[in-house]
């Protein structure tokens, strides 16, 4: 199947799923979605995807279930998230429980911050030793911390 060919499959069905919306009275707003095209391509053709005379929105990346997927398929953005959300809740430990004793330290970190690090963690490049790095970063902040 050619992409124009898919690309016209794909205008169809959101024209049969706009009749169908109409027929049984349900109301879809098409601004609260996202289009967004995964291509090889290094130009990308924009095309307008419409549900019934309403222009969807197309975007290069987006939020899905808390992962950050991008056109590209590249995962810089979803690490970087990661790693800011990871940091913030790091430092609110650090903050909260100076004087903490250490199996406080490791229940809190067990968590809240362990669960930002592994939650999507199967999207990374692990091939990738810039997006790897500071991932390892806040454990070994962690191991400094002596929250072990």
């Known amino acids: 199947m050619d992409s124009s060919s898919g690309t016209d499959n794909l205008k169809t069905d959101l024209n049969r799923l706009g009749e169908w919306a109409v027929e049984n009275e349900m109301k879809i707003n098409p601004g609260k979605g996202t289009a967004i095209s995964f291509t090889k391509s290094r130009v990308k053709e924009r095309i307008g995807y419409y549900f019934g005379d309403q222009l ?69 490049d692990p091939y990738r030793e810039g997006q790897v790095s500071p991932l390892n970063r806040v454990q070994r902040k962690r191991l400094n911390l002596q929250i072990i």
């Open 56 to 124: 969807i929105p197309e975007a290069s990346s987006f939020k899905y279930l808390g992962i950050i997927i991008r056109s590209d398929l590249h995962w810089a953005s979803h690490v970087n998230y990661t790693l800011q959300t990871a940091w913030k809740a790091l430092h609110y430990i650090m903050r909260k429980l100076k004087k903490g004793n250490n199996i406080t330290k490791r229940l809190v970190y067990t968590a809240l911050v362990r669960p930002i690090l592994e939650y999507g963690k199967v999207c990374l």
